[in-house]
């Protein structure tokens, strides 16, 4: 599990997944996400725009998984 700080209030899923290193472009990450890979504090999201906060986890199926800070 990794940490992830941000200096703002809130990042994007898609560009999450790219800041984190878990998706390689935008268009893996928006795949990721459409398909059903990608979790937000437990629950599958299919929003490549939602807004993760601090305190938020998310996990990709893989089993990687960040903690944004």
Same mark, same amino acid.
């Given at each position: 599990m990794e940490e992830i700080k941000i200096s703002t209030e809130f990042i994007k899923l898609d560009s999450l997944l790219k800041f984190a290193g878990l998706a390689d472009t935008g268009g893996e990450a928006k795949q990721l996400i459409q398909d059903g890979f990608v979790s937000v504090n437990g629950e599958v999201c299919t929003m490549? *725009?939602?807004k993760i906060r601090p305190g938020d986890r998310v996990s990709v199926e893989? *089993?990687?998984?960040?903690?944004v800070k």
């Open positions: 490549r *725009g939602k893989d *089993g990687d998984e960040v903690i």
